[in-house]
């Protein structure tokens, strides 16, 4: 028997963000690495219990291993008691038969028994893809208060950028939402999607549905150029994303590692480096996450450098995300500034696949999206 939990959280963490290429080819778009230490998981779940969620589903689903592996039992969270806490919820066989995630609102329908156990009134779907800090409970207040059955967070943004913001921060009354989802299901023209379906059903249908104004950050970080942005973002020192904030703080599951080493000849500039990294060259604006290595006489500008990577000596990157376990070798050189570049249409983030090793004196253009091995290139034929 488990106690009752006025308000459950259910992340859909299952999607596999093809827009960002080789960084989600071996994990799901949540398990990406941000901001020096974190995963994009780290918000939606930090925001949970700063909310005062206990029980919360994370729904996976494309390429789960690296994410069920970073939750774990949710103890970096405070997610690990033994009646809530968070739960992994990937897709499972039933009586009838196995069945993939259809559509997110398929997803919720599927984990039904897992909401009931609880006996919630209201119930959070987020999306596990989105970096910004939120309280769910002043959403959910909102929604009790207009005696709502669906309170949508909406975010004001110039008219140009909508079609690329979709927030998918929902509120439900639970009794609500799990009538529409039997009747979504029982229609087999669905696509069995929030967006698509549930929502206009209850517009259709006269339910009572607000719009809840969100104001602070938020970043739909499922490109290659938003990423990137967004981590960048972190260098400003007048940013609305606050990560020292102590009365909202994300928390993350970090290796334990030694404090960071910069060498007697490395030059820091506004960058984050996180524990772990050894760096004895120029790094300036960028963000170095834990256990990266810049050697002697490498440059890295304007670039985010993953977990474990390494920048060998004389390698210059600019402009770049060099991901997790990847060797940039000696003197080669990834991505450009986009004023060296003539054609500014060529101009773009150079990305390099985790665990790829780009060989010395090899050349990776601006916009580039590396995921096999670079030989080296012969001292002759370097430029």
Same mark, same amino acid.
């Given at each position: 028997?488990?106690?009752?939990?006025?308000?459950?959280?259910?992340?859909?963490?299952?999607?596999? $963000?093809?827009?960002?290429?080789?960084?989600?080819?071996?994990?799901?778009?949540?398990?990406?690495?941000? #901001?020096?230490?974190?995963?994009?998981?780290?918000?939606?779940?930090?925001?949970? =219990?700063?909310?005062?969620?206990?029980?919360?589903? =994370?729904?996976?689903?494309?390429?789960?291993?690296?994410?069920? @592996?970073?939750?774990?039992?949710?103890?970096?969270?405070?997610?690990?008691?033994?009646?809530?806490?968070?739960?992994?919820?990937?897709?499972?066989?039933?009586?009838? #038969?196995?069945?993939?995630?259809? $559509?997110?609102?398929? %997803?919720?329908?599927?984990?039904?028994? /897992?909401?009931?156990?609880?006996?919630?009134? /209201?119930?959070?779907?987020?999306?596990?893809?989105?970096?910004?800090?939120?309280?769910?409970?002043?959403?959910?207040?909102?929604?009790?208060?207009? @005696?709502?059955?669906?309170?949508? %967070?909406?975010?004001?943004?110039?008219?140009?950028? %909508?079609?690329?913001?979709?927030?998918?921060?929902?509120?439900?009354?639970?009794?609500?939402?799990?009538?529409?989802?039997?009747?979504?299901?029982?229609?087999?023209?669905?696509?069995?999607?929030? !967006?698509?379906?549930?929502?206009?059903?209850?517009?259709?249908?006269?339910?009572?549905?607000?719009?809840?104004?969100?104001?602070?950050?938020?970043?739909?970080? $499922?490109?290659?150029?938003?990423?990137?942005?967004?981590?960048?973002?972190?260098? +400003?020192?007048?940013?609305?994303?606050?990560?020292?904030? @102590?009365?909202?703080?994300?928390?993350?599951?970090?290796?334990?590692?030694?404090?960071?080493?910069?060498?007697?000849?490395?030059?820091?500039?506004?960058?984050?480096?996180?524990?772990?990294?050894?760096?004895?060259?120029?790094? +300036?604006?960028?963000?170095?996450?834990? #256990? =990266?290595?810049?050697?002697?006489?490498?440059?890295?500008?304007?670039?985010?450098?993953?977990?474990?990577?390494?920048?060998?000596?004389? %390698?210059?990157?600019? /402009?770049?995300?060099? *991901?997790?376990?990847?060797?940039?070798? @000696?003197?080669? =050189?990834?991505?450009?500034?986009?004023?060296?570049?003539?054609?500014?249409?060529?101009?773009?983030?150079?990305?390099? !696949?985790?665990?790829?090793?780009? $060989?010395?004196? *090899?050349?990776?253009?601006?916009? *580039?999206?590396? +995921?096999?091995?670079?030989?080296?290139?012969?001292?002759? *034929?370097?430029?």
């Amino acid at each position: 028997m488990f106690p009752k939990q006025e308000t459950v959280a259910m992340i859909l963490a299952g999607g596999q $963000g093809s827009r960002l290429g080789v960084l989600t080819s071996k994990l799901a778009k949540p398990a990406v690495a941000y #901001g020096g230490k974190y995963r994009i998981i780290d918000f939606p779940l930090s925001n949970c =219990v700063n909310s005062g969620i206990e029980a919360v589903g =994370v729904l996976t689903q494309y390429q789960p291993l690296v994410l069920n @592996e970073y939750i774990g039992n949710g103890q970096p969270w405070d997610l690990d008691s033994m009646n809530s806490g968070v739960q992994v919820l990937p897709p499972y066989q039933r009586s009838r #038969g196995a069945d993939w995630y259809k $559509g997110t609102a398929n %997803a919720i329908y599927q984990n039904m028994n /897992y909401i009931d156990r609880y006996d919630p009134d /209201y119930v959070v779907v987020l999306s596990g893809d989105h970096i910004y800090k939120m309280d769910y409970s002043k959403m959910v207040a909102y929604h009790k208060e207009k @005696e709502a059955a669906c309170t949508i %967070a909406v975010i004001d943004v110039p008219l140009a950028e %909508a079609s690329r913001f979709g927030m998918g921060i929902y509120v439900f009354s639970w009794n609500k939402l799990k009538e529409y989802l039997i009747a979504d299901e029982k229609d087999k023209s669905s696509s069995n999607d929030f !967006g698509k379906n549930v929502l206009p059903a209850m517009l259709n249908a006269g339910e009572r549905m607000f719009a809840y104004e969100f104001q602070g950050y938020w970043k739909d970080v $499922g490109t290659i150029d938003s990423l990137w942005e967004s981590n960048m973002d972190l260098l +400003d020192p007048n940013t609305t994303l606050d990560l020292s904030d @102590e009365n909202w703080k994300i928390y993350s599951r970090n290796p334990v590692m030694p404090p960071q080493y910069v060498g007697e000849e490395a030059v820091i500039q506004n960058s984050l480096v996180a524990d772990g990294c050894n760096v004895y060259g120029n790094v +300036d604006f960028s963000v170095l996450f834990a #256990g =990266v290595n810049v050697a002697p006489g490498a440059v890295v500008k304007d670039s985010i450098i993953m977990p474990g990577a390494r920048v060998e000596e004389g %390698a210059v990157v600019q /402009y770049a995300i060099v *991901a997790e376990n990847a060797v940039v070798g @000696e003197n080669a =050189v990834v991505g450009a500034r986009p004023e060296e570049i003539e054609q500014k249409d060529e101009w773009g983030v150079a990305v390099i !696949g985790d665990n790829i090793k780009i $060989g010395a004196g *090899a050349v990776v253009p601006p916009k *580039a999206m590396i +995921d096999k091995d670079i030989p080296e290139v012969a001292k002759d *034929a370097r430029k």
